[in-house]
């Protein structure tokens, strides 16, 4: 079997899973770290959303840097399937959770509203940007592990 | 080669294309017959996309009647997967599309602001609905078609 950069268990996929890592939590920081976000749907939708992909993604991390030094790639259909339907369900989340947050920020901002004093839009909309950008890499997860999956059937 | 219920060309995926189509026209009529919705980036988006995916499902309803009439599937590999990329992108955009919506529909209705005025937002959270139905059944012809790439590969 050809080593697929990506796939569970190896180099290319403890990058990825550090990569989510980072944008769930910068996301999590810009939404939370010490203003109000827990009276709007979208906001908490997003905070709750960013938390389960930021432990699942420390999770996997952890999974492939004990592959990746041990040298033993534990590939079983099984797991592997499981890891497949995690990603999606989190990347359609998180896709959902970043669109919601940016397109009430907007809201916000072109309503001019008193709510949006000072940086506190432009913090939304990072957290936004930050929602997203963990979207596409754990979206690159799915994919690569649903690539490796056929190839572990036969 | 198994009939796949469903893949291009198929009874199956007549019935999806229709089905997209159907809800996709709804969300639209909900969200602009006779209501002000331009003056919203979320609104708005979900109006080009619904159009967008309107356009993709009536022409690919149109090959599905074509095969299904004439019991000739075409089925390309090349044509399959410019079908699963297309329904992927517009999968995404419906998602995104419908999630903005609803959570703007949202926050108006919680701000009571005077333009949620008698039924205004309902038809808001209705066509968002609709927008999240039509994203089910194109996310579910995507995979199918995915499921049918491989064999024609082979």
């Known amino acids: 079997m050809d080593e697929l950069p990506g796939a569970l268990g190896s180099s290319g996929s403890l990058a990825l899973r550090l990569g989510q890592a980072i944008f769930s939590v910068a996301s999590l920081l810009f939404m939370c ?3 109000p976000f827990y009276s709007y ?3 908490c939708f997003l905070a709750t959303v960013m938390g389960l992909l930021m432990a699942w993604s420390l999770t996997l991390a952890m999974v ?3 592959s990746v ?4 790639p534990t590939r079983l259909p099984g797991i592997i399937s499981l890891v497949v339907l995690g990603d999606w ?13 940016a397109s009430v920020a907007d809201f916000l901002i072109h309503s001019r509203s008193s709510f949006c004093e000072g940086t ?10 930050m929602a997203f950008l963990a979207w596409f890499l754990t979206f690159s997860s799915s994919l690569f592990n649903l690539w490796l999956l056929p190839s572990l059937n036969v």
């Open 64 to 66: 492939d840097a004990f």
């Open 41 to 43: 749907t979208a906001f």
């Open 89 to 101: 369900v989190l990347s359609f989340l998180s896709l959902a959770a970043s669109c919601s947050t």
């Open 69 to 72: 030094l041990i040298k033993l």
């Open 33 to 35: 770290f010490d203003i």
């Open 120 to 129: 506190l839009c432009a913090r939304y909309q990072l957290s936004a940007t």
